[in-house]
């Protein structure tokens, strides 16, 4: 539990001029990567990587996770106003924010998507002050097994991605396995239709991925219209007084801010899960409980909230096992700690009773950049909003650009390009036959996690180890659970239609 007096020392030594310049540069550095689509915060902390030497390791620490933090919130900008995900993990904000952008109701988007960020990390905050070594220890709780069936459930969730169209959706599931297998087993090291490309030996990276599906039609679509939103500013304007009215709805949907800050900490405490599978089954989940769930794919503000509170949820998460077991769930978490190990400090099971002062000071610092959320998110909101009303022959250009800029900075790869490119065709393909690309996306993010973690753990103890622990069977049923609800859906409906 927490310790009074070394957490007041903490919090103490966090309003320290260097600490708290290391925090916002960290935070503006991350906002900035965030919102432009394609940057990927783990690339720009690993560029900083051999700076942070010439810092403090504290500071180092706050930089990195601030800088992380943010760029998750800020990664539902571009998600929200041009259909575009600024990070892999904000792709679910995409469904219902950018719904909300054409009706010319950016701000509100902005406003929601701000006060639901805020919320999470706040969330994510206070659970990892309170309680972070023994959530840390849960993260040991899954082997492969478990892991798998975490996968699992994470596909299960299509059925709310579905619509109304259990087919097109399953179909899209599994040729987004079929892509995701691609590249080299990392159980045998065989290569998997790579054709002899080199570029392929490691799959399709995800960043190009995401670019093309989302990007390339959004471009396309544009050329056909004059701006983005259908209203034009003034009418907007009448829509949609300020951002703080989108701020306060957020946290009217009292129960999905709190099963979605629960889902999205669990996920990010999970190593390996991410940002994009806690956001996409906290948006199935709530899409399925919701009473409004009809309105769902259409700007419903419910929708957005569960998806960027969970979404900021796991990135507080994710830290809490790099602490308090030296275990990194993500690239970004990785790069963490490197930064901890280049100043000498081993994170791990001793870590809060060896460097006591200091492991407050960074849980602390969270508290902060929830903070900054709220007052740079709503202060920046302002102008990005603006965005839908650009006429498209100026800003058709400017996305492009940083289309390419995002798909080629990944790894610096001309082939992630033509991957763009090629995944543009598909995801114009798939929205013209009606095929949901979310649940494509999904099956895309979750495929190796599925083929590694099942092979290790067959090759472990066989296919019982699936039932072999409680939290299995609780994966189990929430699978099978969440695959009846719209099926059983369906099945009312076109009974209900036949009357």
Sequence with gaps: MIDTDMALQGLANLFQFHLLLALVVGFTLGFIVGAIPGFNDANLMAILLPLSIYLDATDAIVLMSALYFSAQAAGSIPAILINIPGTGGNAASTIEGYALARQGRSGYALGISIGASTFGALFGAIASLLVAPILGMFALSFGPAELFLLAVFGVSVVGALAGSDLLRATIAVLFGLLLAFVGTDTNTGHERTTFGILPLVDGFSLIPVILGLYGVPELIDLLRRQTIAATDADTASSLDQDFGRGFIEAFRYRMTLASSSVIGLIIGIIPGAGAAIGSFISYGFSRQVSSRRDNYGKGEPEGLVATDCANNAVACGAVIPLLTLGLPGSASTTVMLA???????????????????????????????????????????????????????????????????????????????????????????????????????????????????????????????????QISIILIALALLSLAVPILGALMRRRDGQR
């Design 339 to 469: 930064a901890m190990i280049l100043h000498g400090v081993r994170p791990g099971p001793q870590f809060f009773a060896e460097f006591q002062v200091q492991s407050y000071t960074i849980l602390w610092s969270f508290f902060v950049s929830a903070g900054l959320i709220f007052v740079v998110g709503l202060t920046c909101a302002r102008w990005f909003r603006r965005v839908v009303f650009v006429p498209n022959h100026y800003l058709v250009p400017i996305v492009l650009l940083l289309l390419l800029i995002g798909a080629y900075a990944n790894r610096y790869v001309a082939f992630d390009l033509l991957v763009m490119v090629l995944f543009g065709l598909l995801g114009m393909a798939m929205r013209a036959a009606n095929y949901p690309v979310p649940a494509f996306l999904l099956a895309f993010i979750l495929g190796p996690l599925l083929e590694a973690n099942y092979l290790r753990a067959v090759r472990i103890g066989g296919h019982e180890i699936f039932f072999a622990s």
